[in-house]
């Protein structure tokens, strides 16, 4: 391969010794306990992932807590999962439960395997993208704090991956979670018409519309926006900073159940929309806490074993989901997407 000064190095440099040896040859895992996994490969050597919670913005102080401990426990093999999770590689199994000791010491929480909820997946918000509706890591951070016995404990039916995106571009897998917190805007781009003839290509504006709501202002040397085809993605803000899109007062957040990656079971699912509307309220987001906590409590008293929220929706059917969660059903609830009416159900046996 030729070298090169940019990108990362190849991945495979970084692993763990046994894992080298054992590449693609691993016969089975266990979960030892939460946050404790054992992989055995055909060889019969073994390697432990001791999983740890982590808040995902980092300070340069932490990460480096974190290289400490596993030059101390694991010849400093560590990763991130793609949900912020770090997990230590242990070769030792000695080393566990002293790696755990000084994990727990420092207040990080271990946990969030098998039948845990796994560590929250989000984007940026408002420290540092120029799209968000709402925040990510504030609402993370309040929506954690009360569902944090999940993660240490494996008490629910089934793995339980919750995300948050601030916006419909959706950096942060809401498409493909259990429980997707998203955030909405609800007010169309407002156009400044000096300022985007100045710095903006017209062309590049009008065609990063997906619903061809922008049409050329020749006269201004600016654009116009046909407000009742707008659906607020804020695409347009992304390719011209004189479409300005976030509004204080109507931005909010959107509740989406039942996504999920795995095939196992079932197929992959993409995820759907249960509560429309709900304010930013920080710092706290007392109403997103909430919504989040019922639906995993609900989800979790009325699933079977192994069941993840999407498969349970699908199995007890959506006016049934509707009614145990208490969540209204209303218009806003109906895909008026013109290519959506073949997914809509129409049979005679269709009662609501
Ligand atoms: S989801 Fe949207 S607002 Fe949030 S980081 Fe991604 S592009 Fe930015
Ligand atoms: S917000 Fe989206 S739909 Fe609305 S004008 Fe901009 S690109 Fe088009």
């Known amino acids: 391969m030729p070298r090169t000064d940019f990108g990362p190095p190849h991945y495979g440099e970084m692993l763990p010794p046994v894992i080298k040896r054992n590449y693609g040859k691993w016969a089975y895992h266990e979960i030892l306990k939460p946050g404790v996994l054992k992989h055995v490969a055909e060889s019969g050597e073994e390697v432990y992932t001791v999983r740890v919670g982590s808040?995902?913005?980092?300070?340069?102080?932490?990460?480096?807590?974190?290289?400490?401990?596993?030059?101390?426990?694991?010849?400093g093999y560590v990763r991130f999962t793609s949900r912020h999770n770090i997990e230590f590689l242990l070769s030792n199994k000695e080393n566990i439960e002293p790696l755990i000791a000084e994990v727990k010491a420092k207040g990080w929480p271990v946990g969030g395997t098998g039948t845990c909820l796994s560590n929250m997946v989000h984007t940026q918000g408002w420290i540092?993208?120029?799209?968000?509706?709402?925040?990510?890591?504030?609402?993370?951070?309040?929506?954690?704090?009360?569902?944090?016995?999940?993660?240490?404990?494996?008490?629910?039916?089934?793995?339980l991956r919750i995300a948050l995106a601030c916006c419909l571009n959706m950096c942060g897998a809401v498409h493909c979670s259990d429980i997707a917190i998203l955030g909405i805007h609800r007010t169309p781009p407002r156009v400044n018409h000096e300022m985007?003839?100045?710095?903006?290509?017209?062309?590049?504006?009008v065609a990063?519309?997906?619903?061809g709501a922008i049409r050329p202002n020749p006269k201004l040397?600016?654009?116009?926006?046909?407000?009742?085809?707008?659906?607020?993605?804020?695409?347009?803000?992304?390719?011209?900073p004189a479409m300005e899109i976030m509004d204080p007062e109507n931005d909010g957040i959107s509740i989406w159940v039942g996504g999920k990656v795995s095939n196992a079971r079932s197929a992959p699912m993409f995820s759907r929309l249960a509560i429309?509307?709900?304010?930013?309220?920080?710092?706290?987001?007392?109403?997103?806490?909430?919504?989040?906590?019922?639906?995993?409590?609900?989800?979790?008293?009325?699933?079977?074993?192994?069941?993840?929220?999407?498969?349970?929706?699908?199995?007890?059917?959506?006016e049934s989901f509707f009614k145990l969660t208490g969540i209204p059903f209303t218009d806003k609830h109906i895909d008026d997407f013109i290519f959506s009416v073949p997914t809509f159900r129409t049979t005679v046996q269709f009662r609501w």
């Open 128 to 159: 540092h993208c120029h799209t968000p509706a709402t925040d990510a890591s504030g609402i993370v951070k309040a929506v954690m704090d009360e569902l944090y016995s999940y993660f240490e404990e494996a008490k629910l039916p089934a793995k």
């Open 208 to 211: 990063s519309c997906p619903t």
């Open 221 to 240: 040397k600016s654009v116009d926006v046909i407000e009742e085809r707008c659906m607020y993605c804020g695409n347009c803000y992304t390719m011209s």
């Open 55 to 75: 808040a995902r913005l980092l300070s340069t102080d932490t990460i480096r807590e974190i290289c400490e401990l596993a030059d101390k426990y694991c010849d």
């Open 196 to 205: 985007l003839a100045k710095v903006s290509e017209i062309p590049t504006v």
């Open 276 to 318: 429309p509307y709900l304010p930013n309220n920080p710092p706290r987001w007392p109403e997103v806490v909430e919504a989040v906590k019922h639906l995993v409590e609900v989800w979790a008293t009325h699933a079977r074993k192994g069941e993840r929220m999407g498969e349970w929706i699908e199995r007890i059917g959506w």
